[in-house]
């Protein structure tokens, strides 16, 4: 699977919209790109995930850039539970089955 | 729906004690689960693939007769940290792949410290 780049750490005032990028300029066409996030002492949980059309839901927004060599998820209205390490993570659709690869993520802080 | 149970959700053991922590599959079946650690402010890194009815595949550096898995049902996968050592704390995390799904579902993950 392809390598992503995340900033190590970002921070956010509660409320405000907070913009996480990530740079993945050897993606492929197959690969989709997966948001996780970790909250303190628990396990990752699914956040997002798209292919080439931008997505939302009710957690958050994920805007792909036309060529797919970044996407940045979006957090419309950062809470105090936002604070978390967040993964963005490329997956082959043919990979099914496959583990993950989890990079460093981004440490998102949230300040009342 | 798809959700991966892990329990204990944390465990203290003596130095030289084995623990068995177990990771669930509560609504889905699960032929393949994995296995992952993470060490304080680091990722997760992962340890073993646990596939139904056949050996766990380690990864390189993992020592597969100190983390002991057993995927007997495809709904359970059990990790087992045999002759624990301090280094060996740390947050074990498990993890499944719903059918139908190209995500993971993941574990709440089993703090283990060892004294």
């Known amino acids: 699977d392809a390598k992503t780049t995340q900033p190590n750490s970002m921070e956010s005032n509660e409320e405000e919209p907070v913009h996480l990028p990530c740079n993945h300029s050897?993606?492929?066409?197959?690969?989709?790109i997966h948001w996780y996030r970790q909250l303190p002492s628990q396990g990752p949980e699914y956040v997002i995930h798209?292919?080439?059309s931008n997505v939302n839901n009710r957690m958050a927004s994920l805007a792909i850039a036309e060529d797919r060599k970044s996407s940045t998820l979006i957090l419309h209205r950062a809470t105090l539970r936002d604070a978390a390490v967040y993964y963005c993570?490329?997956?082959?659709?043919?990979?099914?089955?496959?583990?993950?690869?989890f990079g460093p993520g981004t440490r998102l802080s949230v300040l009342p | 729906g798809a959700v991966v149970s892990q329990h204990p959700s944390w465990v203290i053991c003596k130095s030289g004690t084995s623990v068995k922590i177990e990771c669930r599959s509560l609504d889905f079946q699960a032929t393949t689960m994995f296995w992952y650690r993470q060490f304080p402010k680091q990722s997760l890194m992962l340890m073993a693939t646990?596939?139904?009815?056949?050996?766990?595949?380690?990864e390189q550096g993992v020592e597969k007769d100190k983390f002991l898995i057993n995927h007997a049902s495809l709904t359970l996968s059990t990790l087992t940290v045999t002759s624990a050592h301090p280094e060996d704390s740390s947050f074990y995390i498990c993890?499944?792949?719903?059918?139908?799904?190209?995500?993971?579902?993941f574990g709440s993950g089993t703090r283990l410290t060892v004294v």
């Open positions: 798209g292919l080439t």
């Open positions: 993890s499944a792949t719903p059918p139908a799904r190209y995500g993971y579902t």
């Open positions: 993570i490329l997956r082959a659709s043919d990979n099914y089955g496959q583990n993950f690869v």
């Open positions: 050897t993606i492929s066409g197959t690969d989709y």
């Open positions: 646990s596939n139904e009815g056949s050996k766990a595949t380690y």
